[in-house]
Antibody, heavy 118, light 110 residues
Framework: QVHLVESGGGVVQPGGSLRLYCAAS????????MHWVRQAPGKGLEWVAF????????THADSVRGRFTISRDNSKNTLYLQMNSLRPEDTALYYC???????????WGQGTLVTVSS | QTVVTQEPSFSVSPGGTVTLTCGLS?????????PSWYQQTPGQAPRTLIY???IRSSGVPDRFSGSILGSKAALTITGAQADDESYYYC??????????FGGGTKLTVL
């Protein structure tokens, strides 16, 4: 059974940094692409970043490119999102999701909340 | 910048049929956009309904179906039930390992 658990969220000041974690279990993590998706309070879903299974291909949405970096450690079954230069508009619930192999996101975690505020 | 469009809201009567759409601000949605659809109720993580245009995810009732209608992807719910009242999001693959979500449709069943 696929299980994704995000952590690392919290309150941070504008301009600050935070690292999110996604612990994966129940599937072969090293064979799966992974995504980060966020949802601002009361808003819709926004795709943030993708990393291929080896970690050699990483892509980011325009809104976070140059500030956020997705990475992974297959030996620890863990996905990361390093977030720098945070802005109030980055306030959101951040989900990790497994890439289903059909250009879809087939399993989702419950999310971790990031609040950027002074 | 690619914008994916969805109806902000829709309503359907219990037992009725509704089709939600997912389009591109410029251009057409095709099978190579690999449209997928997600259902989200408030306070819950999204649930995958449909991927690769028309493939139902495991456990999804067959009253949910996906297709391409004209220049848009479509999610049709046939025989809507009260617990289908939810938010529905599409996401399109726009190439280069980049995905874009639509703004979501709030579906009301009444």
């Amino acid at each position: 059974q696929v299980h994704l658990v995000e952590s690392g969220g919290g309150v941070v000041q504008p301009g600050g940094s935070l690292r999110l974690y996604c612990a994966a279990s129940g599937f072969s993590f090293g064979d799966s692409g992974m995504h980060w998706v966020r949802q601002a309070p009361g808003k819709g879903l926004e795709w943030v970043a993708f990393i291929q299974y080896f970690g050699d291909i990483k892509t980011h949405a325009d809104s976070v490119r140059g500030r956020f970096t997705i990475s992974r450690d297959n030996s620890k079954n863990t996905l990361y999102l390093q977030m720098n230069s945070l802005r109030p508009e980055d306030t959101a619930l951040y989900y990790c999701a497994r890439d289903g192999g059909g250009y879809d996101l087939d399993h989702w975690g419950q999310g971790t909340l990031v609040t950027v505020s002074s | 910048q690619t914008v994916v469009t969805q109806e902000p809201s829709f309503s359907v009567s219990p037992g009725g049929t509704v089709t939600l759409t997912c389009g591109l601000s410029s251009g057409s949605v095709s099978a190579s956009s690999y449209p997928s659809w997600y259902q989200q109720t408030p306070g819950q993580a999204p649930r995958t309904l449909i991927y690769r245009t028309n493939i139902r995810s495991s456990g999804v009732p067959d009253r949910f179906s996906g297709s391409i209608l004209g220049s848009k992807a479509a999610l049709t719910i046939t025989g809507a039930q009260a617990d289908d009242e939810s938010y529905y999001y599409c996401v399109l693959y726009v190439g280069g390992d980049i995905w874009v979500f639509g703004g979501g449709t709030k579906l009301t069943v009444l």
